[in-house]
Nanobody, 123 residues
Framework: QVQLQESGPGLVKPSQTLSLTCTVS??????????WSWIRQPPGKGLEWMGT???????YYSPSLKSRTSISRDTSKNQFTLQLSSVTPEDTAVYYC???????????????WGQGTQVTVSS
């Protein structure tokens, strides 16, 4: 059974770049045909899909975040990483990484997800 663990700083200053890593165990991130994603949930709001990196390495981003978001992977470590630039306090949220069977499921917030990590943007 796949397990996902998010890691990264819990506090980021405004205008900086938020960087989170998802470490995957119990399955390879290059295995056909899984899709690996980042979602987030700001306080008092719903879940938001941010972006996905496919088993092939192709990436897909939410249009509203595309200009600030980058997802990459390190296949030797079986990890994938989220970078969100120019953060503001509105980027404060619990961030989750996860795996889905296809892109539609990823965007629909379905699949298997980690426990999440709280990131606060504040000076």
């Amino acid at each position: 059974q796949v397990q996902l663990q998010e890691s990264g700083p819990g506090l980021v200053k405004p205008s900086q770049t938020l960087s989170l890593t998802c470490t995957v165990s119990g399955g390879s991130i290059t295995t056909n045909y899984y899709y690996w994603s980042w979602i987030r949930q700001p306080p008092g709001k719903g879940l938001e899909w941010m972006g996905t990196i496919a088993y092939s390495g192709n990436t897909y981003y939410s249009p509203s975040l595309k200009s600030r978001t980058s997802i990459s992977r390190d296949t030797s470590k079986n990890q994938f990483t989220l970078q969100l630039s120019s953060v503001t306090p509105e980027d404060t949220a619990v961030y989750y990484c996860g795996r889905a069977d296809n892109l539609k499921e990823s965007r629909g917030l379905k699949g298997s997800w980690g426990q999440g990590t709280q990131v606060t943007v504040s000076s």
